[in-house]
């Protein structure tokens, strides 16, 4: 069975970080782009970060560049999301999805129906 689990929120202050893993199961995460999505109660989802699987280029959303840090360990079968000096407008469901590539990422692509896995989820919250 195919799946990706996130792992990792939970409830943070304003300033702080945390890392989220996306681990793959029945299937090798290094045949895969992973893309991060995130969706806040009231808005359209919106992508966050991507990594290819072939030479492990790396795109950001303009809002996190310098904050957040995507990488992978192909041994883990596992994606991460370092997220540092969170802030309030970071608090939302974060999900991971494999793809083929980052392309769907980059043309900003949300769509559930769009990429062939999506994660449950994991719960951000940024606040004193």
């Known amino acids: 069975q195919v799946r990706l689990v996130e792992s990792g929120g939970g409830l943070v202050q304003p300033g702080g970080s945390l890392r989220l893993s996306c681990a793959a199961s029945?299937?090798?995460?290094?045949?895969?782009?992973i893309s991060w999505f995130r969706q806040a109660p009231g808005k359209e989802r919106e992508g966050v970060s991507c990594?290819?699987?072939?030479?492990?280029?790396?795109y950001y959303t303009d809002s996190v560049k310098g904050r957040f840090t995507i990488s992978r360990s192909n041994a883990q079968n596992t994606v991460y999301l370092q997220m540092n000096n969170l802030k309030a407008e970071d608090t939302a469901v974060y999900y991971c999805?494999?793809?083929?590539?980052?392309?769907?990422?980059?043309?900003?692509?949300?769509?559930?129906?769009?990429?062939?896995?999506w994660g449950q989820g994991t719960q951000v919250t940024v606040s004193s």
């Open positions: 999805a494999a793809d083929r590539d980052c392309t769907n990422y980059r043309f900003g692509i949300v769509a559930h129906r769009d990429y062939p896995s």
């Open positions: 990594i290819s699987d072939s030479d492990s280029s790396t």
């Open positions: 029945g299937f090798a995460l290094d045949n895969y782009a």
